[in-house]
């Protein structure tokens, strides 16, 4: 019996008059989202003279890439119709939530963020709507109410299951001719060098990259009243990301 096993029933044995055992602690989960700090990146756009937006892509992503991003939605088809009332999941410090209240003036934007300091900031800043957010639904809007309804490097960090919970979520609330935009790390963002990519930087964290296959999504969402408009693949450090787009073509 090795030494850590003969302290352990040693302990055990005096902890049992106590009805108390000592066991292994499992591993705790813990969140795997790490909040860029708030002050830090307004400070160092000021100093910039950039956006908070453009300076976090310049400093923790791709340079460009939020851009990027907005202009392969558009050529898909996502500000084709009226944008008016947007949902974003987890907008955090609001890059991409800049670029379409700046390009296209929704008179309603609301978000779901778990960042208290961010989500105040975004609400003082562009005047959104925050919803309480439990981390699974959209349950403080209504069903059939949003033009748009997108998030953006979320969903790669969540669960499989509430994964799905949140495609079908987007799918409740937004409106017949409605547009979901979203971002899942798909089989087409997991070549070999991107595979190794992710091994060898140790970047992965628990379950984040959740693997999503393309075909099953689309399959999912074109099975419940949606088109599939297209997709693109975008940078996310220390591979891709893939990009897919639906319109809402019967109410589920």
Not at 81 to 103: F, H, M, N, W
Not at 161 to 179: A, D, N, P, S, T
Request: charged share 20%.
């Amino acid at each position: 019996m090795n030494p850590k096993a003969i302290a352990r029933d040693g302990v055990n044995s005096m902890l049992g008059a106590f009805n108390l055992k000592l066991v292994r602690r499992k591993a705790y989960y813990a969140d795997y989202r790490d909040y860029i700090p708030l002050q830090e990146m307004v400070d160092g756009a000021q100093q910039a003279g950039m956006s908070v937006g453009d300076y976090i892509d310049a400093r923790h992503n791709v340079p460009g890439a939020t851009q990027a991003t907005i202009d392969q939605m558009a050529a898909l088809g996502a500000f084709n119709t009226k944008i008016d009332r947007v949902c974003e999941i987890g907008p955090g410090s609001g890059r991409y939530l800049e670029k379409i209240v700046q390009a296209y003036k929704p008179s309603y934007y609301e978000i779901y963020e778990t960042a208290d300091e961010w989500a105040d900031w975004l609400i003082e800043k562009y005047g959104v709507t925050r919803q309480p957010a439990d981390g699974i639904s959209l349950a403080a809007t209504p069903s059939d109410s949003i033009d748009l309804v997108h998030n953006h490097k979320v969903l790669p960090g969540q669960p499989s299951v509430v994964i799905l919970r949140y495609f079908l979520e987007m799918m409740r609330v937004v409106r017949k001719g409605g547009k979901i935009a979203f971002d899942i790390v798909t089989e087409d963002c997991m070549r070999d060098d991107i595979v190794d990519a992710w091994l060898s930087t140790g970047a992965g964290y628990q379950h984040y990259p959740c693997l999503v296959p393309k075909q099953f999504t689309i399959n999912f969402f074109c099975s419940r009243g949606f088109s599939f408009d297209g997709d693109f693949l975008i940078p996310m450090k220390p591979g891709m990301t893939n990009y897919l787009l639906f319109t809402k073509v019967e109410s589920v």
